[in-house]
C-alpha cells in the first residue's frame, strides 16, 4: 500500500483512550499523555429532567447536600451500569474533557473501557452502548484483571502463571494467566464499597450513630487495615445519634476497624484460596516465584498484601499505582492493538 500522507497525520493526532469506568471512581488514560482524568462516578442530576448538573468531583462533593429538586447518584453499581441514560452522560463528559485537551481537532475516538469479567453479554452490550452514543468511533472491551495485569507487566503471554487480584469499589476479581489465556478466574461483588457499609453498620450497631458513606470511606482509607498495624491510629467521625437524634463526635480505632470489615476481607482471602485450589501444581510453582500482584483501589488497604501472604503462604505484592492499572492497561491495548487485540472480550454481535 502506498504511503498516505494524511492517514498517518490522522493516525498521529487520533485520540485513542483507555477507560476504567469504575463503580467509585473513572479514569481516562490518553495515547501520548497518560491519565488525564481520575474523578469519582458520581453524577447529580435534576429530579424532574433527569438532566446532569455536576459529574465526577464537583458532584461527589454534593453528595448528603443536595436540595430538594436534585439527587446524586451512582451510575454503576457492583461494577455494571444501573443507570444507563446517566452513565451515558456521565462517558459523554469525560470524553469531551478528553477530546479538549487535544491540539487539533480529532475524528471521534477509539476507546477501549475495563469491565469485570463476570460481566453477562447484556452488561458487557450496555457499556458498548454508553460508549458509542457518548461519542465514540470504535468501542472495546477487556477484562479489568487482563488490563491491570498488561499495566503491571506481568508476563500473561508467556509460558508459566501469573496471578492477579483486582480489588475495585463494587467487584474483586481473582484470575490467573498462562500464555495469553485465562487458567481459572473468580469474580465477586465483595470489594471497597462493601467494607464502607461494613464500618457504616459496624458504627451504627455498636454506638448508634448514623454516619454517611463518605465518612465511613475516610475512616477506612485512614486507619482500616487487614492485618495488626505497628502501631495502632485511631480517628474521630461525625453523624448523628439515632436515640437522642443530635449530632455527635465519636473517636475509633484502627483495631474496631479492623473487626468491622474483618469479613469482607476474609471473603477475598477465602476467594483467593479456592482460586489457588483449581490451578495445576506446575502453575502453582511458577506463583511461589513471582507472587501475587494486587491491584486496584482496594489494594491499598493497609495490611493486606501481609495478610494474604500469610494465609496462601504465596508473597503477595501491590503494583505500582494499583488505582490507575486499569486505565493504563486499556491505554496499551490501543497502543499495541494488532499485537495485544486477541486479549479483547468478545461481544455478541446480535442486538
Not at 105 to 127: C, H, L, Y
Not at 238 to 248: D, I, K, Q, T
Not at 265 to 285: F, G, H, M
Request: aromatic content about 4%; proline content about 5%; some cysteine.
Amino acid at each position: 500500500m502506498a504511503f498516505n500522507p494524511l492517514n498517518w497525520i490522522l493516525g498521529f493526532f487520533s485520540l485513542d483512550i483507555g477507560i476504567d469506568l469504575g463503580t467509585a471512581n473513572t479514569l481516562v488514560h490518553v495515547k501520548n499523555k497518560g491519565i488525564v482524568i481520575n474523578e469519582p462516578s458520581w453524577v447529580v442530576v435534576n429530579k424532574r429532567t433527569r438532566e446532569p448538573i455536576a459529574v465526577g468531583v464537583e458532584a461527589k462533593a454534593l453528595v448528603g447536600r443536595t436540595p430538594a429538586n436534585m439527587v446524586a447518584v451512582r451510575p454503576l453499581r457492583d461494577g455494571v451500569i444501573s443507570e444507563f441514560e446517566i452513565t451515558e452522560e456521565m462517558l459523554a463528559y469525560f470524553i469531551d474533557r478528553a477530546h479538549q485537551q487535544s491540539i487539533v481537532p480529532v475524528p471521534r475516538p477509539r476507546v477501549v473501557i475495563g469491565v469485570p469479567s463476570g460481566v453477562t453479554e447484556v452488561e458487557k452490550r450496555a457499556v458498548y452502548d454508553a460508549a458509542m452514543l457518548a461519542g465514540a468511533r470504535a468501542a472495546y472491551l477487556i477484562a479489568e484483571p487482563t488490563a491491570s495485569a498488561l499495566a503491571v507487566g506481568l508476563p500473561i503471554t508467556e509460558i508459566g502463571g501469573s496471578m492477579i487480584v483486582d480489588i475495585g469499589g463494587g467487584t474483586s476479581e481473582v484470575t490467573v494467566y498462562s500464555h495469553g489465556g485465562v487458567v481459572t478466574a473468580r469474580s465477586l461483588r465483595v470489594a471497597g464499597d462493601e467494607m464502607d457499609q461494613d464500618i457504616l453498620q459496624y458504627v451504627r450497631n455498636k454506638y448508634n450513630l448514623l454516619i454517611g458513606e463518605r465518612m465511613a470511606e475516610q475512616v477506612k482509607i485512614t486507619i482500616g487495615s487487614a492485618y495488626p498495624l505497628p502501631e495502632e491510629k485511631t480517628t474521630s467521625v461525625r453523624g448523628r445519634n439515632l436515640v437522642s437524634g443530635l449530632p455527635e463526635t465519636l473517636e475509633l480505632s484502627s483495631v474496631e476497624i479492623r473487626e468491622a470489615i474483618s469479613g469482607s476481607v476474609q471473603t477475598i482471602i477465602d476467594t483467593v484460596k479456592d482460586t489457588l485450589e483449581e490451578v495445576p501444581p506446575e502453575i502453582v510453582s511458577d506463583l511461589m516465584d513471582v507472587g501475587i500482584c494486587l491491584a486496584g483501589g482496594g489494594s491499598l488497604l493497609q495490611g493486606l498484601s501481609d495478610r494474604i501472604s500469610d494465609e496462601v503462604r504465596i508473597r503477595a505484592w501491590v503494583a505500582e499505582d494499583p488505582m490507575t492499572c486499569v486505565a493504563r492497561g486499556a491505554g496499551m491495548i490501543l497502543e499495541r492493538f494488532e499485537e495485544l487485540s486477541f486479549l479483547l472480550l468478545p461481544l455478541d454481535s446480535q442486538e
